[in-house]
């Protein structure tokens, strides 16, 4: 059965940092990408970042130098570093990992910018 437990989330000021976690079990990892989404109250899903089973990223250009995607594919687990946050990124984040045939996502973490 496979698992995503994400963790992290929480209240941060604009301009402040979070750090947000999604650890996967019940599958291979490294073979497969993982992203980042978010969703806002009232909009739709949006992809924030991803990251290859071998390390290349791509993120969305709203958080291009802002946030970071990383990942461990020993420890089966993917990292969101969110610095310079603003009001604009609060949002629930899931991650996802993409497997061919089927995606799989975790419950999602909230994420709260504001002062």
């Known amino acids: 059965q496979v698992q995503l437990v994400e963790s992290g989330g929480g209240w941060a000021q604009p301009g402040g940092s979070l750090r947000l976690s999604c650890a996967v079990s019940?599958?291979?990892?490294?073979?497969?990408?993982m992203d980042w989404y978010r969703q806002a109250p009232g909009k739709q899903r949006e992809l924030v970042a991803r990251i290859t089973g071998v390390g290349t990223t791509n993120y969305a250009g709203s958080v291009k130098g802002r946030f970071t995607i990383s990942r461990e594919n020993a420890k089966k687990t993917v990292w969101l570093q969110m610095d310079m946050l603003k009001p604009e990124d609060t949002a629930v984040y899931y991650c996802?990992?993409?497997?061919?045939?089927?995606?799989?996502w975790g419950q999602g973490t909230q994420v709260t910018v504001s002062s």
């Open positions: 996802h990992l993409d497997r061919p045939g089927q995606g799989y």
């Open positions: 019940g599958t291979i990892f490294r073979l497969y990408a």
